[in-house]
């Protein structure tokens, strides 16, 4: 026999129904019937009756008033509305939200309506709104919300009952919703990260002749296609050998800049550190392409609103991000950047990441698969990291010391085990000289 709860083995007698009784009114009616079945025929109690009788009376009364009460409030809040803050939210901050009805609202003394608006995502923190005094028709009804991160968050319905203030008869339903929060990591400013340029062109091959950059310096053997005003003669009258000089790399913000970023719902921070990289970059009008863990086929950000809302709608599906997922995202900016006829020139990607995340056993080999993407096609990546919780010289504090001595603790060698990761990684970057910026 299987030793399953008994609720689980029968869901449709325990699932929740729309039944007003509540604990209270059904101990008190189980009271009420012992009464009506011991004391009374027994031994003629007339307190006893009059009191099951009386307890009885008081409770149908008010079975019937919130019945009533139910039945009013239900069509007056047909057509009710909810308005989302105006701005996107910032998270971890509280915005005001709003509902108001088309009907005026009137309860009976002694019962209360209670609101709740329903999410379909967990994690923010919605309050229930409970009313006596009545609502009147298009009079908003304020409220505070608070998210602990970015993400779209779809607000489907409002739980609403009607309920007496005692808690023995409560009647609840349900109003379907279609609206959403939309809450953006908080901002950054004064990014001292340095700009990259993920492209490396040739000097004479900008189209800029005011900000000239790559001048011809480097010598090379001549070749009939330099034509003669590249050859030096000096060189030539001394060795008889023609050289002729050709524009040096360069590697100049006035490029192309390509960025990753690796980010599930809890990295607000390194969101916030790549918005405002992406900030810093509009002053000098380089071109950038942002693509982010969770992509799944969006849109390439190219701007910082538009890598924004990337950031923001890709929450969701950062969460089941694997390894496979991440270099299917890599591939989606490197053929972004083949669209845009970059690819060729492709040297360097922007990568942030949490480095909490790179001292996270769980995230190792999803970083290992990053590496070996980058290796395959011989692109070097440019870290920019946030401190990983657990630094590299981190000691244990004075109660964990004391602990220890009484109770065996696993966090010291998984600390150390994290230390180990993140080590491994930084040292992974040294060798392939790959730069690192926290």
Known sequence: MSNAPFWTKYPRFFRARNTPVTTRSALLILFCT???????????DIIAASLACGLL?????????TTAQFIVTKRALSSIQFYPPDNKLTSGEAAT???????????????????????????????????????????????????????NWEIHGLRCSVGDLAGLFKLSWQIPLETSIVSVPPPLTGSLLPLIS????????????????GDPFDIKPYHPSDGIKKIIWKAF????????????????????????????????????????YIE????????????????????????????????????WDATSSDEI????DLQLLFDTCSAQGVALNLRKIGIFCSGSRLANPDDSSLIKGVISWFDERQIEPVFFLTDPKISIGEKASLKEKVSSIFV?????????????????????CVGKQWEVFV
């Open 97 to 151: 939200c709003a509902i108001s009805t088309q009907h005026d609202i009137k309860l009976i003394p002694g019962l209360c309506l209670e609101l709740k608006p329903l999410c379909s995502q967990s994690g923010i923190v919605l309050p229930t709104l409970k009313i006596s005094n009545g609502l009147q028709a298009k009079a908003p009804l304020a409220f505070e919300i608070s998210t602990p991160h970015r993400g």
């Open 408 to 428: 065996e603790s696993s966090l010291a060698p998984e600390r150390a085990s994290s230390r180990n990761l993140y080590e491994s990684f930084l040292s992974t």
């Open 325 to 328: 997922s991440i270099q299917a």
């Open 198 to 213: 993920s492209t490396q062109r040739a000097g004479d091959a900008l189209n800029d002749t005011i900000h000239r950059l």
């Open 237 to 276: 009258a001394k060795s008889g050998q023609l050289l002729s000089r050709h524009p040096e790399p360069s590697m100049t913000p006035e490029g192309f800049v390509a960025i990753f970023v690796l980010a599930r719902p809890e990295d607000d921070q390194i969101c916030a550190k790549a918005l405002s």
């Open 280 to 315: 810093s970059l509009k002053e000098l009008n380089l071109d950038l392409a942002l693509c982010c863990e969770g992509q799944k086929g969006r849109a390439v950000g190219h701007d910082y609103a538009s890598s924004q809302d990337l950031l923001v709608d890709s929450t």
């Open 34 to 44: 012992y009464l009506l079945i011991v004391p009374v025929p027994n031994s003629s």
């Open 57 to 65: 009376t008081i409770l149908a009364s008010l079975l019937l008033t």
